[in-house]
């Protein structure tokens, strides 16, 4: 049975890919690494907690004694490194700790993985020639499109906000470890993702959260800032399928070839509570959700528009996102009125 460490397997997508993975991969056991910031939370896994398959360990990636020894103990056979701060408001208030997570956390994970699976560069341990480091990193470290044109893999490194400046020097590093040691690694840059377990502070969450407290709903500047949609299993299967079959060495991009503005999604969501749980009159004084829709001052280093080209995954991998927008949002809202209801 091979056993996987997973960073970060508290948050929004960690903790649905946890849950993936178990379900879709029998011979594997998962060891699930998490500092438990605001963005963690072990509520996330309920549903595994007592799989015995699954262990969690609270601990930080920059703490190397404790990385070296999970990989020493648990005798790693693979790594799918999703510990990051990842929230850009919080990177231009307080860059620091990025640096320190997303860029020295991910070289002490490199580092233990080398020292554990290689004898030297280019020369793996006997029984580790198979094991694999994977990096799940952001479209934001190509910066910002304009009106027309998709991110490629070869599209260059242009960040803008502290934190995908810091999510593209970890993707280097992932790079130099496998050009100057030979470690076996695979790069994923994904779209905007949304879905079950994530956290309040996010877009879609925060909309249906406001409406259905009958806050106002806060969107930055004019509101067309667009980003291409991904629904989070459709992440987690394209991380699955780049995990097993992709090319060592190479970056894969994961989109959803979904794209809206934020005023689009604003909209679409609150026409759809409109219909499932329209606002109660005696405590909201409003008759349609989009009139708690409010613009405020927009954030510096705002990217415009984000979209993605996931040809090299879906011809290279034969992966396919089985949702798009309009199914995808079904269920997110739905599962937001029951957790919130």
């Known amino acids: 049975m091979k056993t996987i460490l997973v960073t970060g397997g508290a948050g929004f997508i960690g903790s649905n890919f946890v849950e993936y993975y178990l379900k879709n991969h029998p011979d594997s056991k998962l060891i699930n690494l998490d500092k438990l910031t605001y963005a963690g939370n072990l509520d996330n ?23 070296d020894k999970i990989f020493s103990e648990k005798q790693i056979n693979g790594v799918i490194h999703f510990a990051a701060e990842s929230h850009v408001d919080n990177s231009i208030n307080g860059p620091a700790v990025f640096v320190e997570t997303n860029i020295k956390g991910t070289m002490t994970l490199l580092e233990a993985a080398r020292k554990y699976w290689m004898e030297k560069p280019f020369e793996f341990k006997s029984g580790c020639e198979s094991n694999r480091f994977l990096h799940v990193s952001t479209d934001e470290v190509y910066g910002s499109l304009g009106d027309t044109g998709l991110f490629r893999e070869d599209t260059p490194y242009a960040p803008n906000s502290p934190y995908s400046a810091s999510k593209a020097g970890s993707d280097f590093l992932v790079r130099a470890w496998h050009h100057t040691y030979g470690l076996n690694t695979v790069i994923t840059n994904c779209s905007n993702n949304y879905g079950p377990h994530q956290h309040d502070e996010k877009l879609i969450p925060t909309i249906i959260r406001k409406a259905l407290s009958g806050e106002k709903i806060p969107i930055y500047g004019d509101g067309k800032n667009v980003r291409d949609w991904l ?4 992440h987690c299967s394209g991380i699955d399928a780049a995990f097993a079959k992709g090319k060592s060495g190479e970056t894969y991009n994961i989109g959803g070839r979904n794209e809206r503005n934020n005023l689009q999604i604003v909209h679409t969501i609150c026409d759809f509570l409109q219909k499932l749980s ?51 949002i079904v269920k997110t809202v739905e599962w937001y009125l029951k957790k919130l209801s």
Request: charged share 30%; glycine share 6%; proline share 5%.
């Open 278 to 328: 329209p606002p109660p009159s005696r405590k909201l004084s409003i008759n349609h959700y989009r009139e708690l829709i409010s613009f405020v001052k927009d954030r510096p280093g705002h990217d415009r528009r984000y979209a993605i080209d996931a040809t090299k995954l879906e011809n290279e991998l034969g992966w396919r996102a089985a949702e798009n927008f309009d199914t995808g």
């Open 45 to 67: 896994l309920k549903s595994v907690e007592n799989n015995s398959r699954y262990e969690f360990i609270q601990g930080d990636i920059l703490d190397a004694a404790l990385v």
């Open 231 to 234: 629904f989070v299993l459709d």
